[in-house]
């Protein structure tokens, strides 16, 4: 048997808006977050889901529940949380995200690397192999656990997965296929 897992990204967040990476900074959707997360929910009608899964920071909870509230479970769980940037938590983007690809085996100063998150991830992995075989299961979450599943799951190298990274190209999708055998 295999998890069936569909990927979701949360909606804009305020600090979005302003090209802040937040990291672990704990922050509202924005009105168009708001709208990306209400209208995904007609996007995916029809898929049927067994649990959602979300980081427990605000923006991927408000997401989830948005798109999601009412008649399936919404599970928040910390190990899907976005890369903790540490002292660059709540930063201008274009100095966060050119540290990112160089934080892969490094840890930001007071945060973590993104092997850490790949860490968190696998763990969260096993727990869902172990108690939802069989199932399909949604999550709701940011950047780093995303780029984490594309090295887990579907063998990509770190530098690969920021390089094909869809923000990149501006390509969103509702949702992203990951299953774990």
Known sequence: MAVNITYFVHGTTTDNEKEISSGWSDVELSETGIMQS???KEKIKGEKFDVVFC???KRAVASAKLTFEGG???????????????????R??????PLQEKSVFERLPNGES???VKNRVAEFLKYLKENYDGKHVAIVAHKGPQLALDVLLKGK??????????RKRH??????EYQIN
């Open 72 to 90: 399936i479970e919404i599970i928040p769980d910390q190990r899907l949380r976005e890369c903790n940037y540490g002292d660059y938590n709540g």
């Open 38 to 40: 209400v209208g995904l």
């Open 114 to 116: 993104y092997e850490d």
């Open 157 to 166: 190298t770190w530098e690969q997965a920021f390089a094909e990274d869809w």
């Open 171 to 176: 390509a969103w999708q509702p949702g992203w």
């Open 92 to 97: 201008p983007s274009a100095i966060v995200e």
């Open 55 to 57: 980081s427990d920071l």
